[in-house]
């Protein structure tokens, strides 16, 4: 999210989300980010500028154990750890098979608490992370990290390569066991003020001026599309939830004038986003959503078929739903 984001918010908060952590701050001398799991999607969204790289996590480089469960990822730490390289920065990973803590540690703020570094820990779940802008208690958590690091093995980046290559052919190939920690957590988000919910949603569609009064009145039963919005607005709100990326470029795109069937990469993403990330929750199933979707998007709708026309809108809309509370309400939830 923007710099601006949660600069000032020092507390607990519930349900941390990618944005939470990359609030953290990524462009400064170093970042340390201890974790236990790890997943490719958490992982690879980061977009971190630091000079200096340490990485923490759990992995027994003689046993596939974790990578065969799906709790790590080994061929994204190893595209992760080759990119921070390739820009010039010192990577360094460290290892142990019984890493447990939690540390996210950036050059704005730091966050403690159960998240782990998958979607799974920051899909705004059942976790609790305490975020720290104290520079003085920021200071003492990065020493008290040189003292964990004590009982690690650091890993270059050959050993991590050949750990892979000895290991892979053992990881299952079916997506749902191999990106088991790469999927959002199943619980009733609209109970995480920051996540928003659909009645609210259209309480905010209805005092916009734009294409969202007329997304309003398909919502309300115009050309019997209501079930469409409901099922794109969850859908949709899971997306940006597993990629922040897009989040921040929806929230500036035009609701008006936007068209999803022009853009091949956003494709590619929500069908990989459909294929490895998305999940059933109390109002919303995945497979009927894929009923309304088109083929270039993982559905099951038509060439630029199904519910595309909504989506075209509502990409935009919900982006800029979900953006302002994130940033403007999710911190009342967090005194």
């Known amino acids: 999210m923007k710099a601006k984001f949660l600069s000032n918010y020092e507390g607990p908060i519930v349900g941390p989300i990618l944005p939470h952590l990359h609030s953290v701050g990524m462009d400064g001398p170093q970042i340390v980010l201890a974790t236990a799991y790890f997943s490719r999607r958490a992982l690879l969204s980061l977009r971190t500028l630091a000079s200096r790289v340490r990485f923490f996590c759990r992995l027994d480089i003689q046993s596939a154990d974790e990578w ?27 290892i142990s098979p019984s890493a447990h803590a939690k540390v996210y540690i950036g050059n704005h703020a730091a966050l403690v608490g159960s998240a782990n570094l998958t979607l799974r820990g920051f899909g ?22 040189d003292i964990y690091s004590e009982d690690f093995d650091q890993l270059s980046l050959k050993e991590l390569d050949e750990y892979i290559e000895r290991f892979k052919s053992t990881v299952p190939s079916h997506p749902k066991q191999r990106y088991g920690e790469d999927q959002l957590p199943r619980f009733r988000r609209s109970r995480h003020i920051h996540l928003g919910d659909y009645a609210d949603f259209l309480k905010w569609l209805s005092r916009r001026n734009d294409s969202a009064r007329e997304i309003l009145l398909r919502a309300q039963g115009k050309h019997n599309l209501s079930g469409h919005i409901d099922r794109n607005f969850h859908g949709l709100r899971q997306l940006l939830l597993v990629y922040p990326e897009m989040l921040r ?12 069937n022009r853009d ?21 199933r995945l497979d009927i959503w894929r009923t309304y979707l088109p083929i270039e998007c993982g559905g099951r709708a038509g060439r630029h078929g199904g519910t595309i026309g909504n989506l075209n809108h509502m990409l935009p809309l ?9 940033t403007r309400k999710g911190k009342a939830r967090h005194p």
Do not use: C
Request: glycine content about 6%; overall charge neutral.
């Open 68 to 94: 065969v469960n799906g709790y790590v990822d080994p061929p994204a730490l190893l595209e992760f750890a080759q990119n921070q390289k390739k820009r010039g920065a010192k990577i360094e990973m460290f």
């Open 124 to 145: 705004g779940g059942q976790e609790i992370i305490y975020r720290v802008v104290n520079a003085g208690i920021i200071r003492q958590l990065l020493r008290t990290v």
């Open 249 to 260: 470029r929806f929230e500036h795109e035009d609701p008006d004038i936007y068209k999803l």
């Open 264 to 284: 091949s990469v956003t494709e590619e993403i929500i069908k990989e986003f459909v294929t490895r990330h998305a999940v059933d929750e109390d109002r919303f």
């Open 318 to 326: 919900v982006a800029r739903y979900l953006s302002l509370k994130i």
